[in-house]
DNA sequence: ACCTGAACACCGTTCAAGT
DNA sequence: ACCTGAACACCGTTCAAGT
């Protein structure tokens, strides 16, 4: 063997397979070895192409990212933009999509965006939209990070699914409220992405209530001359208090 | 060697060394030889303690769950039950504070309550007090799961430490928001504590909303007898339609 | 009952050797 | 440049042997 005059393996047919192993089997059976055995070449071989296995899962991962839609931060053609919070459940639902189909990825995948273009694509398209909506830049930041808190605990892992379906675990004494818990995972499809789609909605409308309380009613009128300071006006419900420290600092 | 007078082992010691090697260097560091290691005693003496390194590893995440508070769910002398939102958000807040003590045992611990004790009390003291303050049964489930997406994402990571601190990766042309995104990382237990109070006003301020349209406004006046039914009022703003087939499941 | 060392089938990664 | 087999230091787990 050795070289051959084309070549076995490429980057693509290498995140191709990895993703595919990891769907079907789990984080836990991706191996180098096992990866090479799935496309027929020796275990080291895959050092031709990526220095480490590292590596190899952020490919796998930034590939993932690369599928969820974007297109909602563009402007339209007359400079147009679409309402922060309609971009907002778009975005999220195209972002749950992509995780969900992968749902073995989302523990590497939810570390951050690291140097992954996909990822800080993503991040930059998100920021921009809030910031221009006149959302000041520490505001901005922590919605972000929201946003991104509650798709990827909805993505990690399927609530009803993780209630075993044997009715022996629910013993009526130690957990009064659970008699029906062992019908979750029948239902798993639904209930998930129901209680996705109501948080989603939650936290766009507790949003809302925000940007009405902070950015419109402060004065800024939602240009994006955004002023960095947050006057949390004295109408609020005394629960909206800043977390110390995070009043004006970094932008994304 | 062999067996000595007094135990050299206990389930307790080595869950508890477990955490701490998990905490200190992160789940990938946690081998069962390296643990015994660090117990100072052979590889296999720890399956005499526990059958597989997956058990060991429940009883792990268990205890962590055992340290969130549930006592907001409990009823006063009188009989008096804290209002669900003010329940959940003391009771996310705590929920959060475990995790996030021990950040990388979250994506084992978000697969779901599985046969852990502590965990399947708190999802039964989350639905328990949801129903008992009116929410019909299919609703509460939703809620208590995506009141776990959401903490558990903002645990699962820190979303400000995701970015490289390099200001070299922010290329201004790919990512023209993202110019301060490099000092996002210094300021990450703020901005992370900011992002999940945020999320979590926005939350309960949602979920409000909705049980006034829904509950309150369904006549079923916040009693323990809730219908099942949810009457999805015409006044809503006609993004709260239900998800098909989850109107009435199953429990939990 | 509880610990030990030896052994088995795995890992990620390096490296010299082949074409 | 791109693949190979051999080798190194690791894994989880089993098992016979010790007390």
């Not at 147009?80 to 907002?88: D, I, R, S």
Request: hydrophobic content about 40%.
């Amino acid at each position: 063997m050795a070289r051959p005059r084309t070549p076995l393996l490429s980057r693509e047919r290498i995140v191709t397979a990895a993703l595919q192993l990891v769907d079907a089997e789990g984080l836990a059976a991706l191996s180098t070895r096992r990866l090479a055995t799935e496309l027929s070449v020796s275990g080291p071989s895959l050092y031709n192409h990526f220095a480490t296995k590292d590596e190899l899962l952020d490919a796998v991962v930034d590939g993932v990212m690369g599928e969820v839609d974007l297109s909602m931060f563009a402007r339209g053609p007359a400079g147009a933009a679409v309402p922060w919070p309609e971009a907002l459940r778009d975005w999220a639902r195209s972002y749950r999509a992509a995780l969900a189909a992968h749902p073995n990825i989302v523990p590497v995948l939810a570390q951050g965006p690291g140097r992954r273009p996909n990822a800080l694509r993503l991040a930059d398209a998100v920021f921009g939209c809030l910031v221009e909506a006149g959302w000041p830049r520490g505001q901005a930041t922590r919605i972000g990070a929201l946003m991104r808190y509650f798709v990827a605990g909805s993505a990690l892992a399927s609530f009803a699914a993780g209630f075993p379906e044997d009715a022996g675990v629910y013993d009526a004494t130690d957990y009064p409220h659970l008699g029906e818990a062992h019908r979750l995972a029948e239902h798993r499809g639904a209930i998930d992405e129901g209680a996705f789609e109501t948080g989603l909605e939650a936290l766009l409308e507790g949003l809302a209530l925000r940007y009405e309380r902070t950015v419109r009613g402060a004065g800024t009128g939602g240009t994006a001359e955004a002023t960095g300071s947050v006057r949390t006006t004295g109408a609020g419900t005394g629960r909206t208090a800043e977390a110390p420290g995070t009043g004006r600092t970094t932008g994304a």
